[in-house]
């Protein structure tokens, strides 16, 4: 009996159903197959969006620090060439005989020319300078031949000097020369390429220029000047 009740209900919702052309089973599946690709297509759409934000994420740039290779310092200071110029500057002359001796300075004017080479550190060269101080009648002339030895640190030149010099007094009655030698320090700063600007320090030495009660009295003059020197 049973099974004939169930048979009968199955076989009524058959008829009941709709069939495949009945609007209301059409929107159905249409509702069903919109749902179901709505599903695939945010499906899609999260694995697409998880691929793409792993592969278009912040990427990390290493940067290597940047080499540069050392660069030589090349000074364009050139100190080879000829110069001519003059000098003002304190003359001390000292007399000494044994443990007694006078001096007497003055000032006077000079001249001076020369040559130096450049070897790109150091700088040789010759200068020929004359000088003459006056003072009370006494006129005294000082004549140099100096080798100078310099080191070229760019707009400065510092140097040393040793050479040999000739003096020659007269006061009017009586004269006298005497040859010795010469050696100082200076130093020079080129204002620009040709016009430079220099101070020296030296001392010229004569031994014995006199006799007097079978003592020697031996010459030395100091002296420190302001150069000035136009170089070509």
Request: no cysteine; glycine share 12%.
């Amino acid at each position: 009996m049973m099974l004939i009740k169930i048979s009968e209900i199955f076989n009524e919702r058959l008829k009941n159903r709709p069939s495949i052309t009945h609007p209301v089973w059409v929107l159905g599946r249409i509702t069903t197959m919109t749902r179901r690709a709505v599903s695939a297509i945010s499906i899609l759409a999260g694995i697409g969006f998880g691929t793409s934000a792993l592969a278009g994420g912040p990427t990390v740039v290493v940067q290597e620090p940047a080499v540069y290779a050392p660069v030589a310092v090349v000074s364009d200071s050139n100190w080879t060439g000829g110069y001519v110029g003059l000098s003002f500057g304190q003359h001390d002359a000292s007399l000494s005989a044994g443990p007694v001796s006078v001096s007497a300075d003055d000032t006077g004017l000079g001249v001076f020319a020369g040559y130096n080479h450049d070897f790109g550190q150091y700088v040789l060269g010759g200068e020929l300078s004359f000088d003459r101080a006056k003072e009370e009648g006494v006129k005294v002339d000082l004549t140099r031949l100096k080798g100078r030895f310099g080191y070229d640190a760019g707009q400065w030149m510092p140097y040393a000097m040793l050479g040999v010099a000739r003096v020659k007094g007269s006061d009017g009655i009586d004269s006298y020369s005497k040859s010795g030698m010469t050696f100082g320090i200076g130093a020079d700063f080129a204002i620009s390429r040709n016009f430079v600007l220099g101070a020296e320090l030296s001392r010229s030495s004569f031994g014995s220029v006199a006799n007097v009660a079978g003592t020697d009295v031996d010459l030395d003059i100091d002296t420190i000047q302001l150069r000035a020197s136009w170089k070509f």
